[in-house]
C-alpha cells in the first residue's frame, strides 16, 4: 500500500522559512515524478513544482520561482520544499503527489488530475 506523509507544515510570519517534507512508501520511489500542490478552501488544487526522477528538471509555479525549492533523496524516499520569503498568499494546505514516469527526465505533470498517489496535507499559514 502506497503512503505518502507530509510534514513540516505550521505557523509563520511573512518573510519566513518553512521546509515541506514528504516520505513516501509502498512504492520504488524512483520510478515516480513527484509534485508539490496547495489548495485553500473553495478553490481547485494549485501546482507548486515538480520534479522528475532524476531531480534533474524542477519547474516552478510563477508564484513561487525564486523562493521556494523543490528537491529529492532517492535513497532516503523524500521529496522536499524549502519555502523561503512566504507571503500571506502562500497560506495553504500543501500536498505531495506521485506520478509514475518511465522516463527518467520526463517532467511530471502540471495539473493534479494525473497524479496516482497523494498525501493528506499539511497546513502552512503565512501570518502577515
Known amino acids: 500500500q502506497v503512503h505518502l506523509v507530509e510534514s513540516g507544515g505550521g505557523l509563520v510570519q511573512a518573510g519566513g522559512s518553512l521546509r515541506l517534507s514528504c516520505a513516501a512508501s509502498?512504492?520504488?520511489?524512483?520510478?515516480?515524478?513527484m509534485g508539490w500542490f496547495r489548495q485553500t478552501p473553495g478553490k481547485e488544487r494549485e501546482f507548486v513544482a515538480t520534479i522528475d526522477r532524476s531531480g534533474r528538471n524542477t519547474p516552478y509555479a510563477d508564484s513561487v520561482r525564486g523562493r521556494f525549492t523543490i528537491s529529492r533523496d532517492n535513497a532516503k524516499n523524500t521529496v522536499n520544499l524549502q519555502m523561503n520569503s512566504l507571503k500571506p498568499e502562500d497560506t495553504a494546505v500543501y500536498y505531495c503527489?506521485?506520478?509514475?514516469?518511465?522516463?527518467?527526465?520526463?517532467?511530471?505533470?502540471?495539473?493534479?488530475?494525473?497524479?496516482?498517489?497523494w498525501g493528506q496535507g499539511t497546513q502552512v499559514t503565512v501570518s502577515s
Open positions: 503527489a506521485a506520478d509514475f514516469a518511465s522516463d527518467y527526465y520526463a517532467y511530471p505533470p502540471w495539473n493534479s488530475h494525473d497524479y496516482e498517489y
Open positions: 509502498g512504492l520504488t520511489f524512483s520510478n515516480y515524478g
